[in-house]
């Protein structure tokens, strides 16, 4: 069982917040209601909604996979939420 996750939030804004945590429903309980736990990115971008989780073996491959997530184009984090949502409702792939 995974003991990390990489987890991607979309902002009020309409933005893309990628981070990791242990507990993904806690961190985005923090995010939402929580000043001093927040990140300072999300405080002024609420509220936050989380769009797509990814289970790692640990904590390093988490901070490994958040990197590379970060790394993407706006458009291919999109591409990587929408497969998400299609697999989480079993919608097959359309191409």
Do not use: F
């Not at 939030?9 to 309980?29: N, Q």
């Not at 939402?32 to 999300?42: E, F, L, P, V």
């Amino acid at each position: 069982m995974a003991s990390w996750h990489v987890y991607i939030l979309r902002c009020a804004d309409d933005s893309l917040y990628t981070g990791i945590a242990r507990d993904v429903e806690k961190r985005l309980d923090e995010h939402n209601r929580h000043d001093r736990k927040a990140a300072k990115y999300t405080r002024a971008r609420r509220p936050v909604e989380l769009v797509y989780v990814e289970p790692c073996i640990s904590r390093s491959a988490a901070c490994k996979r958040e990197a590379q997530i970060k790394a993407m184009r706006k458009a291919a984090k999109h591409a990587l939420i929408r497969a998400h949502m299609r697999k989480q409702q079993h919608i097959p792939d359309r191409r």
